[in-house]
């Protein structure tokens, strides 16, 4: 095991296995096995997640890494470049039509291809992004948990045979006692957290996280999430697992880690159903209620 110092993008371009991979297994092999080559998306809520992950932690970095994007005004301005492209074509006697005419996504791209270690958000997302960071650093035990620590930690090594990584929000303390702080952004306050953790796998990666962590002499001795909800009023909560809810995690990344070697080795990728079988569909209990 050995720890880097990597940009994000080179991180989640290596092909070894993560928590975020391992968790696809929940759903079936073949899902698994289609998320190695689906390419990554440029969501509003991935790039508001990656500026609020970029602002608590390491603001001075965000100063310098986030672009802000006036997109209200470059549409005004491609809408003022296409109305003189128009122009031009009707003098030419060209139809106006069939001039190529700009379109926002182009000039996204071109922010995106000259700008490769930036991140490109548009300044709407941005103040959003800035205003929920400085409301969770205004909670005095959120910042009490980044008064100290290193972000954004790599680790990069083999687990039985198999070539993994992890990427840590943050790590404080040493070596020996370490405390892991994993960032979470959620559009919306769900009915249940401990649902939440369950249907998004986050009890499988403090698990999968611990293993490798300890394989690099990281005992990492205490585990919590910072869940910030995206939309009003905005809430923020420091949440750490159960013994039992751990100890699950582990059992289910230990069950996971199993299924992945036997899909090496034998070669298939199993879907989520059975083929070449009838399924009888049972009336759920609580409609029965």
């Known amino acids: 095991m050995k720890i880097v110092n990597m940009p994000e993008r080179e991180y989640h371009a290596l092909p070894n296995l993560s928590a975020s991979r391992l968790k696809k297994l929940k759903v079936s092999p073949a899902e698994f096995k289609r998320s190695l ?40 301005d491609i809408s003022d470049w296409n109305k003189l ?6 003098k030419d006697k060209r ?24 991140l490109i958000i548009p300044l709407k997302e941005y103040k959003l992004a800035k205003m929920i ?15 100290s620590g290193i972000a954004e930690l790599t680790i990069l090594g083999n687990l039985h045979g198999n070539d993994v990584k992890i990427r840590m929000d943050w790590l404080r303390g040493s070596k020996k006692k370490a405390m892991c702080v994993d960032i979470k ?35 990492i001795d205490d585990f919590v999430f910072l869940f910030i909800f995206k939309e009003e009023p905005f809430d ?21 880690i199993t299924l992945y070697e036997s899909c ?26």
Do not use: C
Request: hydrophobic fraction near 40%; charge should be negative.
């Open 37 to 76: 080559t689906a390419k990554g998306q440029d969501t509003e809520a991935m790039r508001i997640g990656s500026a609020i992950h970029m602002l608590i932690m390491e603001p001075d970095r965000a100063a310098a890494e986030i672009m802000p994007i006036d997109t209200h005004a470059i549409k005004q």
């Open 85 to 90: 492209e128009r122009a031009s074509a009707k």
């Open 95 to 118: 139809d106006p039509d069939l001039r190529p005419l700009k379109k926002l996504d182009e000039i996204y791209e071109h922010y995106f291809n000259t700008n490769p270690n930036n």
């Open 133 to 147: 960071a400085n409301k969770a650093l205004a909670q005095d035990d959120v910042k009490a948990l980044f008064s």
């Open 185 to 219: 952004t959620i559009a919306a306050t769900p009915k249940s957290l401990a649902n939440h953790i369950l249907d998004y796998g986050y009890h499988i990666q403090q698990a999968f996280y611990e293993y490798v962590a300890e394989q690099a002499h990281i005992k």
């Open 236 to 256: 923020v909560v420091v949440v750490r697992l159960s013994d039992e809810f751990i100890s699950y995690g582990r059992e289910e990344s230990h069950r996971l």
């Open 264 to 289: 090496v080795a034998s070669g298939e990728w199993p879907g989520k159903y059975p083929e070449g079988e009838i399924m009888t569909i049972e009336l759920p209990g609580w409609v029965k209620r």
